[in-house]
């Protein structure tokens, strides 16, 4: 019966990654913001994979071995994605996304050979000591929507991130209701503590990048 119920529960999003395998990642008919892949986090997972990071023709990996944190993770396809190009990765979100993060990262592990992958929970704005030293790379994709979550998530990452961590935060930018007042107060409150650079779109992949979907480079200031 369970295998049932888990079929009408989930459909899977293939992401297939530029030597043709596919992560396979499953997300939730029911639920909210954490249970469906959503486009910024495709577009995220894709630049991951783009020559400036990852170019095996000419022996670059950026990835190889890199520590690297994703916050706000849903169904975790951008970790995975780090993870099969050999990153040692630990994706992140709240308790009740636990079991479907787990299950993505059962789904893909024969894609992960060289780097690795765990779910942990991370609440915004709680203790993170866990998770010290900082990691190399903080990943966010589509995590600014939500007003009550932006001081605790500005907080989380002051207290994640060491002088050389770079968060690579990628968002869709929408312009109903309140998410372009959302925006501007988080951008308001991280530039106090961290400076910001736009990634254009000809870094970004040629195929999953949009002209509303951006690419940021964000670290602490000296």
Not at 97 to 106: A, D, F, G, P, R
């Amino acid at each position: 019966m369970a295998a049932k119920a888990d079929e009408n529960e989930y459909f899977v999003r293939e992401i297939e990654r530029n030597d043709g395998c596919a992560l396979k990642v499953k997300q939730c008919y029911l639920g909210d913001v954490g249970c469906v892949v959503w486009d910024a986090a495709i577009v995220l997972a894709k630049y991951l994979e783009t020559k400036q990071f990852y170019d095996p023709s000419s022996g670059v990996n950026v990835w190889s071995g890199r520590t690297v944190l994703e916050l706000g993770a849903g169904t975790g396809v951008v970790g995975l994605m780090a993870a099969t190009l050999g990153a040692q990765v630990i994706v992140t979100d709240l308790e009740d996304l636990q079991t479907l993060l787990k299950m993505n990262i059962q789904e893909n592990q024969a894609l992960v050979s060289s780097g690795s992958i765990t779910a942990k929970v991370l609440k915004w704005g709680e203790d993170v000591s866990e998770f010290s030293p900082p990691p190399d790379y903080v990943l966010m994709a589509d995590c600014i929507y939500y007003e009550q979550s932006i001081v605790p998530l500005v907080e989380s990452l002051k207290l994640l991130c060491g002088p050389v961590t770079c968060i690579v935060c990628c968002y869709e930018q929408r312009s109903e209701g309140v998410n372009p007042e959302v925006e501007r107060q988080f951008f308001e409150l991280l530039q106090q503590n961290f400076c910001c650079e736009e990634i254009p779109s000809e870094k970004q992949d040629p195929e999953f990048s949009s002209p509303d979907i951006h690419i940021l480079h964000i670290r602490r200031k000296a």
